[in-house]
């Protein structure tokens, strides 16, 4: 089926499915209709309606007329000065964005403090496996999820991978920080600025030739896709920490997954999709994620850039191949394949064979007095440095592009 009559293919799925339908079989990804009950959500009701064919409908019309009617220069020079969850916005913003973001910055009313802020705790135990997981596990996963790496290609973050990811690590960053969601914690903000840049690649990739080409659907970033990102964030961190035998109690397990359901929640996910409990999660990961990994050239050239991150620094000497080899370990050989990660005969065994001893050490070390202290500074540095690096040291603003890739 050649690129066209697919997408009229979908185009007839789309209208089918948003009567929950019909599964359309593609050609090299699995389309799997949508069977995940909204029983299972933190909403425990909803239509049913498969999310590939829902966006954001108060956001998506109101970015795209900012966009057009040449508000957006503007918009981002007074969006730069808001950065803390409990700011008031900056005066000066047109009076339609105002009212979205005055409504988008509230918290959902099952957002539960007290779950908050045991998922600090978890963040301050966690926070180096976190940062490995979040950007070598869940990051070079996003390389083999094809309509993110397409997205992410031809838009204009995909000319500048070290400024798109240095942005995409706030977000991590954020979410893991002590006052995360607290007044002068900045995820709301993050939340927020992301949910307009969503809205705006939705009406500016569309115009993207190539972006064409290639897509299957006319509209990206359905709630669909963001769900699929969303579990190569918390889900996978979490089949990840299991897998490596950290031993979480049940509440921090919990606290951690609610931190990532009222971030869904803020980037304009709607309640009836996001997943109530772990065994929900993996339920819906099992449907939308684990069926639609594949390469892309888009992907692969995405993963190559993200591997050379470190050359500024040593030249990729040894960045390189320990990025490389991170990410077999933890994605495993057919990704590593995918992404044409070649073998690297030192790291590889030594990964396979130290990561565990070290997971066990650190564990066991754990219950001494000053240990999560100690781990939470350290940690920490770790991921100011990081973002430090990426951001060239210039403070991250996260902006509504106005075009797409130059071609
Ligand atoms: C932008 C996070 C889902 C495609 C961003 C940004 C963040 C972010 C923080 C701002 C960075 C920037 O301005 O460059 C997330 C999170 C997601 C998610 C946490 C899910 C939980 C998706 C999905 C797609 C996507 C599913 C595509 C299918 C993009 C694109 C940009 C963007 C194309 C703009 C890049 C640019 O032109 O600068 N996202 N995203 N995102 N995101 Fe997402």
Known sequence: MDKISRRNALKVGGALGAIGALAVAAPGQARAAWTWSPRGSVAGTGAAVDPRYVWDPEADPMVASLIDRGDVPRVNELLRTWTKNAQPLPAGLPAD???????????????????????????????????????????????????EALAVYYSQGGADMKDRISKTAKLGYDIGARNAYQPDGEMVVTCVKTRLVHAAVRHLLPQSPQWNQQAEEEIPISQRDIMVTWHSLPTTVMRKLTAWKVPIPAAESTAFLHSWQVAAHMLGVRDEYIPASWAEANSQAAQVLDPVLAPTPEGIKLADILLNLGSAIDAGILSKPILGSFTRFMLGDRIA?????????????LLRTAWGPFVAVREGLLPLPLAPEAYWTFDEFLRKAALLFLSEAKPISIEIPLTNRPS
């Open 337 to 349: 394949e995918w992404l044409k990660i070649p073998r690297e005969p030192i790291w590889d065994p």
């Open 97 to 147: 964005l105002r009212d979205f973001m005055e409504q988008a910055r509230k918290l959902p009313t099952w957002a539960d403090q007290g779950k908050l802020a045991t998922a600090v705790d978890f963040n301050e135990k966690r926070g180096l496996y976190l940062g490995v997981l979040y950007g070598l596990a869940s990051g070079m996963m996003s390389t083999v999820i094809p309509k």
